[in-house]
């Protein structure tokens, strides 16, 4: 029986790689979880349909790309979870999603340090993550999503939570404090 399985997603720069690195890492949860990075899945076995030259991009081929996790998932061993991680993992088949969210603010100044990112990208991203794009597009695929507001939480805290979250769906229960609605941050889009 495989365990289960976590879309673990949010807008660039909301810290999806940050938690799942620690993860990997650290004792008390490598044996837990396994991690799927998805950017290296899709660039390892060239899972995209080609690249999107205005965006930089590459566009998953996301037919091929289920099928791939799917035959991971099934490979997951006995005891662990899986963790997808990627801003596309809620379009892939799973439990339970949580969001990873950071306020647009915060955002600008993580994504502006990275080298590769236009100012444009950048503004394309916090304004999305203000127009809270991905939650939307996930409680459109799944009544099982949750939302983890990280702006001023470390890394720790961040992890706690996900875990929160996993834990309770295990006993049944519905972890109230991260369901979405909570999160408005409208006023920080950029004009
Ligand atoms: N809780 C946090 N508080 C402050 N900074 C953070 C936190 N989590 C991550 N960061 C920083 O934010 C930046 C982006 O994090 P990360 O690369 O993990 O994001 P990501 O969600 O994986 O983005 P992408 O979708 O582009 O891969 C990094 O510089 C990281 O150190
Ligand atoms: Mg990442």
Redesign the pocket.
């Given at each position: 029986m495989t365990g289960t399985v976590i879309a673990l997603t949010?807008?660039?720069?909301?810290?999806?790689?940050?938690?799942?690195?620690f993860i990997k890492e650290h004792s008390l949860y490598r044996d837990k979880y396994r991690i799927i990075d998805l950017?290296k899945l899709i660039m390892d076995e060239k899972l995209y349909t080609g690249r999107d030259e205005i965006r930089d991009t590459y566009n998953a081929d996301m037919e091929r790309l289920r099928v791939r996790v799917t035959e991971l998932i099934e490979q997951t061993p006995v005891g662990m979870d899986t963790i997808l991680?990627?801003?596309i993992s809620h379009y892939l088949p799973a439990d339970v999603i949580i969001v990873?969210r950071?306020s647009p603010i915060?955002l600008r100044k993580?994504?502006g340090?990275?080298r590769e990112y236009s100012y444009e990208k950048v503004k394309e991203?916090s304004d999305a993550e203000a127009l809270d794009v991905i939650l939307v597009e996930s409680v459109e695929t799944s009544d099982r999503v949750f939302e983890i507001n990280?702006?001023d939480?470390?890394?720790i805290?961040?992890i706690k939570s996900v875990v929160e979250i996993i834990d309770s769906l295990k006993k049944g229960k519905v972890p109230e404090e991260y369901l979405p609605g909570k999160i408005d941050w409208i006023d920080q889009v950029e004009l």
């Open positions: 949010g807008t660039p720069g909301t810290g999806k790689t940050t938690v799942c690195e950017h991680e990627g801003h990873l950071a915060a993580r994504l340090k990275r991203n990280t702006t939480m470390n890394l805290s961040v």
